[in-house]
């Protein structure tokens, strides 16, 4: 395919399409699982499916990395905050959230990143960015907003825990994860992240074997595969040529797949608010893509954007 978009071949943008499709739909799926794990469950169960798929498919890079000695503090960090924290409040905010309420947000993780880089990075965004960053945080207000009020419960902190854990595991990965590649950080943070995981799983309160259908157990593991192994697979590639900041804006896509997945598979209603609340979010993150086209630098001259995608899966 030789066309291009903001001087990109289009190719890149449709894998990063695909990632965002799959990613949308996880919400209305994990609305789904939360009905018969908990979450959990849910979070181990995925982690453990996840090992499972970077072994095979990466035991030999894997085998001759040698020690992570250097970095095993680091790792703790990124395992415990990106992977145990983020998995298990991303499913527990769906037992009482709706999957769009979930999925806006946290479409606010890209300004969260964007902050947190800019004061501790010293990265500088131009104020049209800003702008367009901002109106995308208005479209999720309007889509949480119910007879005038802005609705945050439980379910809502938990998302919004998700949205934090995500940005600054982020952060994490591009300061402190420089020696490991994209399979080795994935692979350590996960395993990391699983031992940390068991250690809080109450299993004499498991009793989800056998008593769930073969058909779930199917949409468990192909959903883990899928959303956890091939997508960051193809999303690292792209964002690597691409650039951090704007494949992350287009993670603000990921409600309007919600809410089409969530319509189609579960029926879910889209009032006229969030339908505006949407249009919004798409409108944003169109206009902030094309206002940051310039990539910013380190202090040492480096692609500060395709350093950390190099590294974050």
């Keep these: 395919m030789n066309g291009r978009l903001t001087g990109k071949p289009v190719y890149l943008y449709m894998g990063l399409l695909f990632c965002v499709i799959c990613w949308g739909s996880n919400f209305i799926f994990g609305a789904i699982l939360v ?45 415990f905050i990106g992977v145990t924290l983020n998995h ?34 010293k990265e500088q965004k131009s104020p049209l960015f800003w702008m367009w960053s901002l109106l995308s945080l ?11 009020t802005i609705i945050f419960g439980p379910g809502e902190g938990y998302i919004f825990l998700t949205m934090l854990t995500f940005s600054v595991y982020m952060v994490l990965v591009e300061r402190y994860a420089k020696p490991l590649s994209s399979i080795l950080l994935t692979f350590y943070s996960t395993l990391v992240g699983l031992i940390l995981l068991t250690t809080f799983l109450p299993f004499s309160e498991v009793s989800f074997l056998g008593a769930v259908p073969f058909s779930i ?55 006229g608010m969030q339908l505006v609340g949407a249009m919004t979010i798409l409108l944003s993150v169109t206009m902030a893509l094309h206002s940051n086209r310039r990539t910013p630098m380190n202090i040492d001259g480096k692609d500060m954007e395709k350093e950390i995608a190099e590294r974050l899966i």
């Excluded at 091939?230 to 690597?240: G, M």
Aim: with cysteine.
């Design 35 to 79: 009905h018969y794990f908990k979450a959990m469950e849910i979070a181990f169960l995925r982690l453990v499916f996840i090992i499972l798929f970077l072994l095979i498919g990466f035991y030999k890079p894997i085998k001759l990395a040698g020690s992570v000695k250097t970095v095993i503090v680091p790792l703790l960090f990124i395992g």
């Design 88 to 121: 298990w409040s991303f499913y527990a905010s769906l037992t009482q959230a709706s999957p769009v309420t979930a999925a806006l947000i946290l479409a606010t993780a890209p300004i969260c990143t964007s902050l947190i880089n800019s004061l501790v990075f």
């Design 138 to 148: 208005v479209g999720v207000f309007l889509v949480i907003m119910k007879k005038g």
């Design 217 to 271: 157990w199917l949409l468990l593991f192909f959903t883990a595969i899928i959303m956890h192994g091939v997508c960051p697979l193809i999303w690292n590639h792209c964002i690597s040529h691409v650039g951090s900041t704007n494949t992350s804006l287009l993670l603000n896509v990921e409600p309007f797949v919600a809410m089409v997945v969530g319509y189609i598979v579960l029926n879910e209603s889209v009032s």
